[in-house]
T-cell receptor
Framework: NAGVTQTPKFQVLKTGQSMTLQCAQDMNHEYMSWYRQDPGMGLRLIHYSVGAGITDQGEVPNGYNVSRSTTEDFPLRLLSAAPSQTSVYFC?????????????FGQGTRLTVV | AQSVTQLGSHVSVSEGALVLLRCNYSSSVPPYLFWYVQYPNQGLQLLLKYTSAATLVKGINGFEAEFKKSETSFHLTKPSAHMSDAAEYFCAVSDGGATNKLIFGTGTLLAVQP
C-alpha cells in the first residue's frame, strides 16, 4: 500500500493562476481532509469529505474548492491563487468510524504564490 | 465547537530530562484525543490516542499521555528525552460525530540540547 499520495511536492504559482493539488489514498478510507500548515498556526482544516459525493467546509475554506467523485481521490483546487495561500498543504484520510481512528497523512505539498 | 490549546510554542529540554508538552481541550461531547509528531519536511505520524478505554495511554518511542477530564487536559510526557525526539508535536481532538472532523492545536516545537 502506498498510503496517502500527494502531488506535486513543490509548486510555485503566480498570483491569479489556478491549479489542482492531487491527493489519492489506496486504503479505502471514507474520510478525507485537506489542511494547510502555517508557522505558529498549526494545521487548519480547509475542506473535508465523509464519502464519495459528500464534501463540506472546514475552518478556512475561502479560495479553495474540492470534489469527491471516487473514494480514492480528493483533489483541492485553487481558483485564483493569492500570496496568502502560500503554505504547506496536507491531505489526510481516516478509516471508519472516523472519530476514534487515526488520520494518515501525505507528505505534503509546499506551495509558494508570488 | 471543539478546540485544543497547546501551551508553549517552543520547549527546550536537555538530553535525558523529562519532556512535558501541554494540551488542553474543549469539547461538548466526550472527545477522542490524539498526539502527532512531525519531523522536518515530513508529514504527521501518530504518537498515541485516547479513545476512552484507559486514561493513561502509552504510545511509540516511550511517550505517554494522561487524559484528565476534570482538568480537560491531555499532556504528553516522556521520562528521558533523546536527541531524536526533536520535532514538532501536535495535539488534536475529534468528536466522533457525523462529520468526524479532526481539529489540531498550534503545535509545540521541541528542542533537545546535548
Amino acid at each position: 500500500n502506498a498510503g496517502v499520495t500527494q502531488t506535486p511536492k513543490f509548486q510555485v504559482l503566480k498570483t491569479g493562476q489556478s491549479m489542482t493539488l492531487q491527493c489519492a489514498q489506496d486504503m479505502n478510507h471514507e474520510y478525507m481532509s485537506w489542511y494547510r500548515q502555517d508557522p505558529g498556526m498549526g494545521l487548519r482544516l480547509i475542506h473535508y469529505s465523509v464519502g464519495a459525493g459528500i464534501t463540506d467546509q472546514g475552518e478556512v475554506p475561502n479560495g479553495y474548492n474540492v470534489s469527491r467523485s471516487t473514494t480514492e481521490d480528493f483533489p483541492l483546487r485553487l481558483l485564483s491563487a493569492a500570496p496568502s495561500q502560500t503554505s504547506v498543504y496536507f491531505c489526510a484520510s481516516r478509516p471508519p468510524p472516523g472519530g476514534s481512528t487515526e488520520a494518515f497523512f501525505g507528505q505534503g505539498t509546499r506551495l509558494t504564490v508570488v | 465547537a471543539q478546540s485544543v490549546t497547546q501551551l508553549g510554542s517552543h520547549v527546550s529540554v536537555s538530553e535525558g530530562a523529562l519532556v512535558l508538552l501541554r494540551c488542553n481541550y474543549s469539547s461538548s461531547v466526550p472527545p477522542y484525543l490524539f498526539w502527532y509528531v512531525q519531523y522536518p519536511n515530513q508529514g504527521l505520524q501518530l504518537l498515541l490516542k485516547y479513545t476512552s478505554a484507559a486514561t493513561l495511554v502509552k504510545g511509540i518511542n516511550g511517550f505517554e499521555a494522561e487524559f484528565k477530564k476534570s482538568e480537560t487536559s491531555f499532556h504528553l510526557t516522556k521520562p528521558s528525552a533523546h536527541m531524536s525526539d526533536a520535532a514538532e508535536y501536535f495535539c488534536a481532538v475529534s468528536d466522533g460525530g457525523a462529520t468526524n472532523k479532526l481539529i489540531f492545536g498550534t503545535g509545540t516545537l521541541l528542542a533537545v540540547q546535548p
